[in-house]
T-cell receptor
Framework: EAGVAQSPRYKIIEKRQSVAFWCNPI?????LYWYQQILGQGPKLLIQ????????DSQLPKDRFSAERLKGVDSTLKIQPAKLEDSAVYLC????????????FGPGTRLTVL | GENVEQHPSTLSVQEGDSAVIKCTYSDSASNYFPWYKQELGKRPQLIID?????GEKKDQRIAVTLNKTAKHFSLHITETQPEDSAVYFC???????????FGAGTRLAVHP
C-alpha cells in the first residue's frame, strides 16, 4: 500500500515570497490533515479536511495560509506572504475516515524562509 | 484544555534498560492516545495506540498504560536497543474527535 506522498521535500524562499505544498493521501482515505512542525516541537494541526470539506481550521493563520482539497483527494497548502517564523516542516497526514483515529504521515516538506 | 504535557524532554539509557515516558492531559472526553516515533529527518510513525476502554496494551517490547482517572498515559520500552533512539511524541484527541494534539516530544538516546 502506497503511503502519503508530499512534494516538494525541501523549499527555500525569501520572506514575503509565496510557496505551495502538495499532498496525496493514502488511496481511499477520506480525512486529510496538514500539520506544522517547528524544530524541537511536536506537530501542530493547521487544518483538517473530510473529503473536500473543512472540519477544523481553527489554528490556520488565515491572513497568510490557505488550503484546499477541491476533489476530495489531493490537497495543497499555500503561504502568501511567508514570514521568517514559517520556517518549519509541513506534514500531511491522512486517515480512513472521520471516525477512524489512526493517522498516517507523509515525509513532510522542510520550508526555510530567509 | 487541549494541551498534553510530556515528560521527560530527554532520556538517556543504557542498552537493555527500560525507558518510560509519561503524558498527562486534561480533557476527560479524550478517548484515543497514540504514540509516534520520529527519527531524525523522517516522518512520525505510529508505534502503538490505546483507546479509553482499555488500561494497557502491549506489542513486543513496547507497552502503553492508561489511567483515565488520573488522566495520564505512559509509554514503556523494555530491553532498549540503539535503534530505539529517536524522538517520541504522545498525542490525544480532545473532545473525542479525530483531531490530535501532540506533546512536545521526548528525545530518547540508547547508548550501547
Amino acid at each position: 500500500e502506497a503511503g502519503v506522498a508530499q512534494s516538494p521535500r525541501y523549499k527555500i524562499i525569501e520572506k514575503r515570497q509565496s510557496v505551495a505544498f502538495w499532498c496525496n493521501p493514502i488511496s481511499g482515505h477520506a480525512t486529510l490533515y496538514w500539520y506544522q512542525q517547528i524544530l524541537g516541537q511536536g506537530p501542530k494541526l493547521l487544518i483538517q479536511f473530510q473529503n473536500n470539506g473543512v472540519v477544523d481550521d481553527s489554528q490556520l493563520p488565515k491572513d497568510r495560509f490557505s488550503a484546499e482539497r477541491l476533489k476530495g483527494v489531493d490537497s495543497t497548502l499555500k503561504i502568501q506572504p511567508a514570514k521568517l517564523e514559517d520556517s518549519a516542516v509541513y506534514l500531511c497526514a491522512s486517515s480512513l475516515d472521520f471516525r477512524t483515529d489512526t493517522q498516517y504521515f507523509g515525509p513532510g516538506t522542510r520550508l526555510t524562509v530567509l | 484544555g487541549e494541551n498534553v504535557e510530556q515528560h521527560p524532554s530527554t532520556l538517556s539509557v543504557q542498552e537493555g534498560d527500560s525507558a518510560v515516558i509519561k503524558c498527562t492531559y486534561s480533557d476527560s472526553a479524550s478517548n484515543y492516545f497514540p504514540w509516534y516515533k520520529q527519527e531524525l529527518g523522517k516522518r512520525p510513525q505510529l508505534i502503538i495506540d490505546i483507546r479509553s476502554n482499555v488500561g494497557e496494551k502491549k506489542d513486543q517490547r513496547i507497552a502503553v498504560t492508561l489511567n483515565k482517572t488520573a488522566k495520564h498515559f505512559s509509554l514503556h520500552i523494555t530491553e532498549t536497543q540503539p535503534e530505539d533512539s529517536a524522538v517520541y511524541f504522545c498525542a490525544q484527541n480532545p473532545g473525542g474527535y479525530n483531531k490530535l494534539i501532540f506533546g512536545a516530544g521526548t528525545r530518547l538516546a540508547v547508548h550501547p
